[in-house]
């Protein structure tokens, strides 16, 4: 096993003193050090693939540079694409994450309270209200894709119903006037997103759009797709509020006789999955801005502890950007394509 190099293996290297390493590695060099110590110093650790011991960093700052993350599993399971922005931003950051079910497992909180954990991310895998942890409650705490009622904390989250809404004006910008949903049938995000399209309908003078409400699942959004596909009046385009739903649509077109674009366009919002840009066409899909909340979020909080905790409480909404496919045409190819 190879041994861990050492500060003093690093003065050695550096022809400096083990004093100097700490002083240039603390960021206290300036006007003690000169620029050409500095520089060997910083070359024989990086040489050396020298980290400082966290233990003794934690002793003299008082601080552990990890972060607790509070969260629980949804109806599927716990919101990967989420926690792994999350652990992205604060890797970057150089901060250690420490997750616990917060649902399951809400003893464990106070576990992480007596490791000293810096700070608390609480990330939801579904939007929703959630009561910030009364233990937590004098930690800095940022909550991500959920909010707390009282304003226990600050809260970062995707602007559903602007998602929806935008869902919607990729459609009607296209020429479409008959707007159908198929929507899952619980869920905070899935009612604001229906709402963020019939706000747009509604804006451009248009009937409101028939809303088919499913599960979860690629089979939900199936049955749910053949239900509108085989009515009496069929949409010409049809919003999905998340991406299994769309490719159970895409199952159930095909299976009526209707091709993607040409006889029916589609929009669908953003799961995380990854699935709308595989499917064939691929689809026309509203993203959650998950990297760029997770990044916003980790500074709301790294500013929270340089200053003690005290900023002030925040509420913060992100616009979801359309990424274009090739799932949405305008109606009138599906009139000349049935002629």
Same mark, same amino acid.
């Given at each position: 096993?190879? @041994?861990?190099?050492?500060?003093?293996?690093?003065?050695?290297? +550096?022809?400096?003193?083990?004093?100097?390493?700490?002083? =240039?590695?603390?960021?206290? +060099?300036?006007?003690?050090?000169? #620029?050409?110590?500095?520089?060997?110093?910083?070359? %024989?650790?990086?040489?050396l693939?020298?980290t400082?011991?966290?233990?003794?960093? *934690?002793?003299?700052?008082?601080?552990?540079?990890?972060?607790?993350v509070?969260?629980?599993?949804?109806? #599927?399971q716990?919101?990967?694409?989420?926690?792994?922005?999350?652990?992205r931003?604060? *890797?970057?950051?150089?901060?250690?994450?420490?997750?616990?079910?917060?649902?399951? #497992? /809400?003893?464990q909180?106070? +576990?992480?309270?007596?490791?000293?954990?810096?700070?608390?991310?609480?990330?939801?895998?579904?939007?929703?209200?959630?009561?910030?942890?009364? /233990?937590?409650?004098?930690? /800095?705490?940022?909550?991500?894709?959920?909010f707390?009622?009282?304003?226990?904390?600050?809260?970062?989250?995707?602007?559903? =119903?602007? %998602?929806?809404?935008?869902?919607?004006?990729?459609?009607?910008?296209?020429?479409?006037?008959?707007?159908?949903?198929?929507?899952?049938?619980?869920?905070?995000?899935s !009612?604001? @997103?229906?709402?963020?399209? !019939?706000r747009?309908?509604?804006?451009?003078?248009?009937?409101?759009?028939?809303?088919?409400?499913?599960?979860? *699942?690629?089979?939900?959004?199936? @049955?749910? +797709?053949? !239900?509108?596909?085989?009515?009496?009046?069929?949409?010409?385009?049809?919003?999905?509020?998340?991406?299994?739903?769309?490719?159970?649509?895409?199952?159930?077109?095909?299976?009526?006789?209707?091709?993607?674009?040409?006889?029916?366009?589609?929009?669908?919002?953003?799961?995380?999955?990854?699935?709308?840009?595989?499917?064939?066409?691929?689809?026309?899909?509203?993203?959650?801005?998950?990297p760029?909340i997770?990044?916003?979020?980790?500074?709301?909080?790294?500013?929270?502890?340089?200053?003690?905790?005290h900023?002030? =409480?925040?509420?913060?909404?992100?616009?979801?950007?359309?990424?274009?496919?090739?799932?949405?045409?305008?109606p009138r190819?599906? %009139?000349?394509?049935?002629?």
């Amino acid at each position: 096993m190879t @041994r861990r190099a050492t500060a003093q293996d690093v003065a050695d290297l +550096a022809g400096v003193s083990r004093s100097a390493v700490s002083l =240039v590695l603390n960021g206290r +060099a300036d006007g003690n050090i000169s #620029r050409v110590k500095q520089e060997a110093v910083r070359d %024989a650790a990086l040489q050396l693939h020298y980290t400082p011991n966290a233990v003794a960093l *934690s002793l003299r700052s008082k601080r552990t540079e990890t972060i607790g993350v509070l969260t629980w599993p949804d109806h #599927r399971q716990m919101p990967l694409a989420l926690l792994g922005a999350v652990y992205r931003a604060a *890797s970057s950051a150089g901060y250690l994450l420490m997750m616990v079910d917060a649902q399951e #497992r /809400p003893w464990q909180v106070d +576990a992480l309270l007596d490791r000293r954990v810096d700070g608390f991310m609480v990330v939801a895998p579904e939007l929703a209200d959630f009561a910030v942890p009364e /233990p937590v409650s004098n930690v /800095p705490t940022v909550m991500v894709n959920c909010f707390d009622p009282s304003l226990g904390a600050s809260s970062l989250v995707p602007d559903e =119903v602007g %998602a929806g809404a935008s869902a919607a004006q990729r459609l009607i910008e296209s020429g479409h006037r008959e707007l159908g949903v198929v929507a899952g049938r619980e869920g905070l995000a899935s !009612e604001r @997103r229906v709402q963020g399209v !019939e706000r747009a309908a509604q804006g451009a003078g248009l009937a409101r759009p028939v809303v088919v409400r499913a599960g979860h *699942s690629i089979d939900d959004g199936y @049955r749910a +797709a053949r !239900e509108l596909l085989e009515s009496d009046q069929v949409p010409s385009a049809l919003v999905c509020t998340h991406e299994r739903l769309a490719l159970g649509v895409l199952l159930a077109a095909s299976d009526v006789g209707l091709s993607v674009p040409e006889d029916l366009s589609l929009v669908s919002l953003d799961d995380g999955e990854n699935l709308a840009a595989r499917l064939v066409p691929s689809v026309d899909l509203v993203e959650r801005p998950d990297p760029v909340i997770a990044t916003h979020a980790l500074e709301l909080l790294v500013d929270q502890l340089r200053h003690g905790g005290h900023s002030a =409480v925040r509420r913060l909404t992100f616009v979801c950007p359309v990424r274009r496919g090739a799932s949405v045409a305008p109606p009138r190819l599906r %009139a000349l394509n049935a002629g």
